[in-house]
């Protein structure tokens, strides 16, 4: 469908997929045809995600990673479809594979809640219900976990998965996954009131404009930038549990990080 086809050939970071290839290179996995397959279905959930953020009815955007929106190009109807469709794909990609079956099982029970009703479709409800009302802090911080975070720490958990780490390992990756999660919405958050147009390929100062809750309307830019870093301190003391538990430099991890450096 060519709308999926859009949306997904955008030029997307393809940061989630990428978390999980590189952890479970990290734990030893070889990235086998199926390794791929299953690790790039978190990427068809965030295109769909973004389809659908930028909708009318949502938060009605007209510029997503450099061009027209979905809907701005196809129609509403279609890109409602189009998110659809890849959603829904998502979990064919992670259940048709050669993968072992539980590793398959395991893989769609993590992204089925991390996507859903107790994850990202819940931080969304509440962004949405959010609108025009003042969150606490930690109201916000959980709307953040649930809306990026979920889907963060479930591409670093699938490479545990993928690679069959320990419950002690999955468990360090979660938090890795959930500390960056949150970082890289602080962040998301400041560009929004920092950057340009050009630099983020989407429209800028919309979450002022929605009345959204964000890190800086709440706690002004440098409070943002100071839970930044409390989030990527976070993100780096799970990086140094996983080193010390696998006696090996986690590397990869440090690359994600450096998503943050200026
Ligand atoms: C519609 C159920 C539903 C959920 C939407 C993810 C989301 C929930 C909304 C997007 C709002 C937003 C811009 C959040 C900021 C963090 C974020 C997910 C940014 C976009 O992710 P990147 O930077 O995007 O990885 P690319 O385009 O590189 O893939």
Not at 22 to 50: F, N
Not at 107 to 119: D, Y
Not at 125 to 131: H, P
């Amino acid at each position: 469908m060519a709308a999926m086809d859009y949306s997904l050939t955008a030029g997307g970071k393809r940061l989630r997929p990428a978390l999980t290839l590189g952890v479970s290179e990290l734990l030893g996995s070889e990235i086998t045809p199926a390794v791929l397959k299953a690790a790039c279905a978190v990427e068809l959930i965030h295109t769909y995600s973004l389809i659908h953020d930028d909708l009318p009815a949502m938060d009605n955007d007209d510029l997503r990673r450099g061009k027209p929106t979905n809907h701005k190009k196809f129609g509403a109807g279609m890109a409602t479809l189009a998110g659809d469709g890849l959603l829904t794909l998502a979990f064919s990609w992670l259940s048709e594979n050669e993968l072992p079956e539980l590793v398959r099982l395991r893989l769609i029970q993590a992204l089925a809640k991390a996507a859903g009703p107790a994850g990202m479709v819940a931080g969304q409800a509440r962004d949405i219900a959010g609108e025009g009302h003042h969150l606490t802090l930690d109201q916000l911080r959980k709307l953040h976990a649930e809306k990026t975070g979920a889907l963060l720490a479930y591409s670093a958990v699938a490479g545990g998965i993928i690679a069959g780490a320990s419950e002690d390992i999955i468990d360090i990756l979660r938090a890795f996954g959930k500390a960056y999660g949150l970082a890289f919405q602080i962040k998301d958050d400041l560009l929004d009131v920092t950057a340009t147009e050009a630099q983020v390929g989407k429209e800028v100062h919309r979450d002022a404009e929605a009345h959204k809750n964000t890190y800086p309307g709440l706690l002004g830019v440098e409070g943002a930038k100071q839970a930044l870093q409390v989030a990527l301190n976070d993100a780096k003391a799970a990086r140094d549990a996983l080193a010390t538990q696998l006696a090996v430099n986690p590397v990869i991890l440090d690359e994600f990080l450096g998503y943050f450096e200026d």
